[in-house]
């Protein structure tokens, strides 16, 4: 009768080793499913930043989701796959780091060769990147030398992710021994109906700016003071002092054509005046009561404008036209006539510092250089040029400022 311990020993020790092999593995199940759900979880937090243009807390956040995946032995599970894409994108539209999106993309194709882009934030641009992906590992057949499992990961930028590991093989060619191969990219993909390719950049149709500056040019004519003694029969080289502001609003027509409407608010310092040059039969006080004449200090203009944009984003070459009315004064100097003051209780005689007008009717090209700061701010440098007449100015203005496309 001693064999029926034996036994139920036995019996017993299978069925602990038969639990123990059934719990381990669901046990291991759970975990990774735990893992799973978290790297989900970061990935979305990471889509909900990047969808607010939190380009800097959807990278950290994905660079912990792949530290994850390296941590919990995820290496061949598809959510590695998925987040490998989401950091691409971000890379690419966050960044504007398309060879770092390129890498991911193909990192992404190692662990599931089917992916596809997230459909949510696909655009023409990013799916050009990903088919030129998908050709790079077709290329190198299937994907080759993809990370040990437990590795370190591409952070994007070069640097390692999760730890000193193996990593991913970007480039092919090296190890047949043959020579390098060259990959074209594909062409870029075409809007639908035959449209050309989208353009790069800041897409906003809206255009306000606030810019100033000074100016110069040339001017003939009449002085606004004294129009017998300050008289320019040719053209001279005088300033349109102190300065100009001028607003700006528009509208893109296409994407590098910009119609918009602009006001040119100017002062003139540096003037002095006199009193009134006596005239027979008119009005004994012209200038008021002090008696004291000054020529006009201001100048108000609006123009009419067509800008077009060449170059590729972030910066732009603007070449362009303005048609408009209105005046543009320069200051000018007469040292013949010494019989102006600087104010009416100044008795101190000085030369005289007169205006003269240019217009109404002003026409001319333009030219600047725009820079891109982000999706919206640029910086603008402009040279904008008038020529003048019935009376005659040939100005150049020079603007500095802001632009917002919105």
Not at 178 to 198: D, F, M, N, S, Y
Request: glycine share 16%; net charge negative; charged share 20%.
């Amino acid at each position: 009768m001693a064999a029926a311990p034996s036994f139920r020993a036995v019996f017993f020790v299978a069925l602990v080793f038969l639990l123990t092999m059934v719990a381990v593995p669901g046990t291991a199940a759970a975990q990774d499913q735990a893992a799973v759900n978290k790297v989900t979880n970061l990935n979305k937090r990471a889509i909900d930043a990047y969808n607010k243009q939190d380009y800097e807390s959807a990278r950290a956040l994905l660079k912990e989701a792949l530290e994850l995946c390296a941590s919990a032995g995820l290496d061949k599970h598809p959510i590695r796959a998925r987040t490998h894409i989401h950091f691409g994108i971000v890379a690419i539209v966050g960044f504007k780091q398309r060879e770092v999106g390129l890498k991911q993309f193909r990192k992404a194709l190692e662990v599931q060769p089917d992916i596809k882009l997230t459909k949510q934030l696909a655009t023409p641009e990013l799916q050009d990147a990903f088919e030129e992906a998908v050709l790079a590992s077709n290329d190198q057949g299937g994907g080759g030398g993809g990370t040990p499992a437990g590795g370190g990961e591409g952070s994007g930028e070069g640097g390692g992710e999760g730890g000193g590991g193996g990593q991913a093989t970007d480039e092919g060619g090296d190890d047949d021994g043959g020579p390098p191969k060259v990959r074209r990219p594909p062409p870029p993909r075409k809007k639908a109906g035959g449209e050309e390719p989208e353009e790069k950049g800041q897409r906003g149709s809206f255009f306000v700016a606030m810019t100033g500056g000074t100016g110069f040019g040339l001017i003939k004519g009449q002085g606004e003071l004294d129009p017998v003694l300050h008289k320019l029969d040719a053209p001279g080289f005088a300033l349109a002092q102190t300065a100009q502001a001028t607003p700006e609003v528009g509208f893109f027509i296409t994407h590098d054509l910009l119609l918009s409407g602009q006001l040119r608010l100017q002062y003139v310092g540096g003037l002095n005046g006199k009193p009134p040059r006596p005239v027979t039969n008119g009005d004994p006080a012209p200038c008021g009561s002090d008696n004291y004449c000054s020529p006009g200090n201001g100048a108000i203009a609006f123009f009419v404008k067509a800008t077009y944009l060449t170059l590729d984003a972030p910066f732009h070459i603007a070449i362009g036209g303005q048609v408009g009315g209105g005046n543009i004064r320069h200051a000018l100097e007469f040292p013949d006539d010494k019989s102006c003051q600087a104010s009416a209780t100044d008795g101190t005689k000085q030369s005289c510092v007169d205006t003269l007008a240019g217009g109404p009717f002003l026409i001319g090209p333009t030219l600047g250089m725009w820079y891109e700061i982000g999706d919206m701010v640029d910086f603008i440098f402009g040279v904008n040029t008038a020529l003048g007449v019935p009376n005659f100015t040939f100005n150049f203005d020079l603007s500095l400022g802001l632009g917002f496309r919105i």
